[in-house]
Structures are given as C-alpha cells and as structure tokens.
C-alpha cells in the first residue's frame, strides 16, 4: 500500500524513504491568540490524518450553498505515499504566546556563515514550517493548499517551495538519483535502516533541554541555486574534482564504486591528494566534522528565469535534519562555506532553521501540544 502512518513516535517524512515530489511552506502566525493557534494546529493535525490516508479532509459535495471543504484536486488519487512534517520556528518563540521559556538552546538562530551574501528575506525564516512530500506532486500540493485554507485568520503563507526529484535517497531500498549538476546525491547520506546514526545525529534524545522536542529533531531548509550555465561548461574532471567523486558511477576518486569508502589520505605520484583538499565531499563528511552526519533529504527545483540575467534559477532546495544545528549544520557549512570547490557554482538564496516536534500520537493530539 502507499499510505504511510501518520501517527507515532516519530514525524514521518524525516526517515521515510524520500518520495518524489515536494510542496513545502513557512507560515507566520498571524493572530495573537494562543488559543486560536492551537485550535489551528488541531485542525491541521486532523484534516493531515486523512490525507495521508488519501482521504479529503471533509466533503467535496456537502452543501451546495457553501464553498467545499476540500478544495477537490486531489479527489480520486491514492495517499502517493504522502507525510506531513510541522516544524516551529526560532520566532515562535518570542513574547506572543508565552512559550520564550519553551525555546530548545538548539533553535538558537543560525549565525551569519559565510556565503550568505544572496540570502533573500523574502526566501528565509518562518514561524512555523509543513514540509509535505508524496510520489505524486498534486497529492503534495494539496496539502498546503487546504492548509493555508484551514489557517484563514491564524496564519498566513510567508514562502513556498516546490521541488521535484529527490537529491537524496534516504533508504538502503532506493537507488541514488541524481541532482540538477548531473551527481548522484546521498551515497553517504543517513538511511533509514541505520539505526544508530538515527539516534545518535538525527532524534533528539534526552540530551535536550526541552523534554517536549524529545523524539523531534532539527531541520535546516537552505535554498541554494546552482548557476548551471557556468557549471554546464565545466570540464569533467574538474567537475569531478569539484565533489571528490566520478560522474558515471558516483565513486570516490579514490575507489571503482559507488559506495566504496573515500580513502582521504591516497595521494598521487606527485604527492597532491587524490580527493583535492577543497573537494565537497572532503569538508562535508564525518571525518572533517568530528564525526557529525546529517540526514538529508532534498529535492531539486526549478524557477524559471533570473529575470536579471535571462539565466535559469534552478538548483537544490537543500533540507537537513539532525540533533542539534549548533554542531551538526553550522559548523559544516562554516568549513563549505569557506573553501568548498562548489561555492563558483553556487548561491544560498534562502535560509530557515524549525524544532520538528515528536510525532503526533493519536485523533486529538496535535504538533507541540504539550508546549501550552
Ligand atoms: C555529499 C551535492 C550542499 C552536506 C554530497 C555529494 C554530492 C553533494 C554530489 C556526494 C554524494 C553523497 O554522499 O551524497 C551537493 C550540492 C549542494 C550541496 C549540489 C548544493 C547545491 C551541501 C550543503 C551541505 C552538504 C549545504 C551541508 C552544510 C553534505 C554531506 C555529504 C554531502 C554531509 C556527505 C559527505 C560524506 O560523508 O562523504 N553533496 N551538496 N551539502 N553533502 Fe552536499
């Protein structure tokens, strides 16, 4: 079947096998009543239990003297593997809703890195996040559309994001796809099937000192635009060199397959590594970072034209989860950012960091419900 639970410990939608499509939002709580706000995360945890069923979240055709309660697109496709993801925003936090002593040390606003310098406001923060991702982009879409509509008076949209073709696969049981610079992405990454790198980088733990994000974890939403025309005359091997990994086949310089494991010490004849010192693959992985790993589970986008420059925007809408930004995200992208070979080709266009809360339990329970 390709309906995925909605209910448990954990979100779904973090170490589910990554579907296809995304449709992903940040909302702004508009109103200034908590109650209304909750009511408003009740009715979303509720109309989310039936679309993953791939149920509507109410009648098409209840009353022909009133619009319908599902806005209908969606009506007759499958669940297409559907989760939903809610995530709070460092902001949520302020004097609003009293819930500033509620504030996980780990959401601590992400500081300034470098490279940040084409970061949009307009692409960036958010009070709240849903991240929905489905194998079918309508099905994904739906979702936020009927829950903008649910929000009407509490919440409104303040960024959206569509992405196509996972950048990453996030189980033993997918093949690695491969994102817009034509790479395979996710070799290395976190699976599901790991179930230690899942509790020791990705499930908050009772190291927290927040007992209500325990079973939760950290998302960082980066959209980061690839300048394809220029990465698009590049030669091969200085695109492999770029990544510290073949193109065919996605091994390491160092090996003859996929996942062999990049030898970082080998060095040519002349004594240079084989994995150039700035290689992506060199500064991002666990032996550069104090053995730190992030779960990532992006997807590629395209935006049609920088109308600026009659170039493409297109790139990674780049999502990680993990235990704690403070030494996972940040300290990694500190080290790309400063001398990552692919910072020529790209551009960080939008940044937003969210506590994802634990799953939602059961009918009547909702996202951080325990927080009031
Ligand atoms: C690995 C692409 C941005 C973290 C990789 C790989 C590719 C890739 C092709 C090698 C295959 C794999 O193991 O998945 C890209 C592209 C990016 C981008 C095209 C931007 C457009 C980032 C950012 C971070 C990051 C912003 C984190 C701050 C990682 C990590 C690995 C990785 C942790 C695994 C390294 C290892 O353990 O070998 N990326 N990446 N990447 N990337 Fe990125």
Redesign the pocket.
């Known amino acids: 079947s390709d309906i995925v639970p909605f209910y448990g410990a954990n979100q779904a939608g973090i170490a589910t096998p990554a579907q296809d499509r995304l449709a992903f939002a940040a909302f702004d709580v508009t109103s200034g009543s908590a109650q209304a706000f909750q009511v408003m995360l009740g009715t979303w945890a509720a109309a989310a239990a039936q679309m993953t069923k791939g149920l509507p979240v109410g009648a098409v055709d209840n009353n022909p003297q009133s619009p319908p309660i599902d806005t209908g697109e969606a009506d007759g496709l499958s669940a297409a593997g559907l989760t939903i993801t809610v995530g709070f925003g460092p902001s949520l936090f302020d004097h609003r809703f009293g819930l500033a002593g509620k504030r996980p040390a780990a959401l601590a606003d992400l500081p300034t890195l470098p490279g940040d310098g084409s970061l949009q406001p307009a692409r960036s923060g958010g009070d709240l996040c849903v991240q929905a991702c489905a194998d079918d982009p309508t099905v994904a879409f739906h979702v936020i559309r009927n829950f903008a509509r649910l929000a009407r008076g509490t919440a409104v949209i303040r960024w959206s994001q569509l992405g196509f073709g996972r950048t990453?696969s996030t189980s033993d049981s997918q093949q690695t796809e491969r994102?817009l610079?034509g790479?395979?992405?996710?070799?290395?990454?976190i699976k599901a099937e790991a179930a230690d790198d899942l509790r020791d980088h990705v499930w908050v733990g009772s190291e927290t000192d927040q007992a209500w994000m325990t079973g939760g974890s950290y998302l960082v939403a980066?959209r980061?635009r690839?300048l394809i025309e220029s990465w698009d005359t590049d030669y091969l091997s200085d695109q492999e060199n770029v990544?510290g990994?073949f193109k065919t086949s996605?091994a390491p310089l160092t090996g003859k397959s996929e996942f062999d494991t990049?030898d970082l010490a080998a060095k040519h004849t002349d004594g240079t590594p084989v994995i150039p010192l700035n290689a992506?693959?060199r500064l991002?992985?666990?032996e550069t970072n104090n053995n730190q790993?992030?779960l990532?589970r992006g997807y590629s986008y395209t935006d049609g034209i920088d109308s600026a420059t009659g170039l493409l925007d297109a790139?990674?809408f780049?999502l990680?989860y993990q235990k704690d930004p403070r030494r996972q995200?940040v300290p990694?992208?500190t080290r790309?950012g400063h001398q990552d070979n692919?910072n020529e080709y790209?551009r960080h266009t939008g940044s937003a960091l969210f506590a994802v809360p634990p799953g939602v339990s059961a009918a009547g329970d909702w996202w951080g419900k325990s927080l009031f």
Do not use: C, E, V
Request: proline fraction near 6%; charged fraction near 20%.
């Open positions: 990453s994102n610079m790479f395979k992405d996710g070799t290395r990454n980066r980061i690839m990544f990994r996605g990049p992506h693959i991002a992985g666990p790993k992030i990532r790139g990674l780049f990680a995200f990694i992208q790309l692919l790209i």
